[in-house]
């Protein structure tokens, strides 16, 4: 069973940061690509920024600039550091990634985590 578990969303003031985290655990294999998405309500979900096994990047254009994804391979995890947040940033943020269970390659999604960019 594969897990991918987020954390570091919440309430922050306009132009405030956030830390999320997302480990992922579980009878893994390998872990490659993986990203963050995000769905503010009535809003489908959009893909905010992903980052390759070696570390490579790609952010969405609403975000760049302003958000870093990174992600630490030993600990099968990854990071998005959100700086100069505005309210429009407000979503649930949900991490997504591509793990090896076995000799399959699987696609996972955590739960979600809830950032709110409010004064």
């Known amino acids: 069973q594969v897990r991918l578990v987020e954390s570091g969303g919440g309430l922050v003031q306009p132009g405030g940061s956030l830390r999320l985290s997302c480990a992922a655990s579980g009878n893994i294999f390998g872990v490659y690509l993986m990203c963050w998405y995000r769905q503010a309500p009535g809003k489908e979900r959009e893909l905010v920024a992903t980052?390759?096994?070696?570390?490579?990047?790609n952010y969405a254009e609403f975000v760049e600039g302003r958000f870093t994804i990174s992600r630490d391979n030993a600990k099968n995890t990854v990071y998005l550091q959100m700086n100069s947040l505005k309210p429009e940033d407000t979503a649930v943020y949900y991490c997504?990634?591509?793990?090896?269970?076995?000799?399959?390659?699987?696609?996972?999604w955590g739960q979600g985590t809830q950032v709110t960019v409010s004064s």
């Open positions: 997504n990634a591509e793990i090896l269970v076995v000799t399959t390659l699987i696609r996972y």
């Open positions: 980052v390759t096994q070696r570390g490579s990047t």
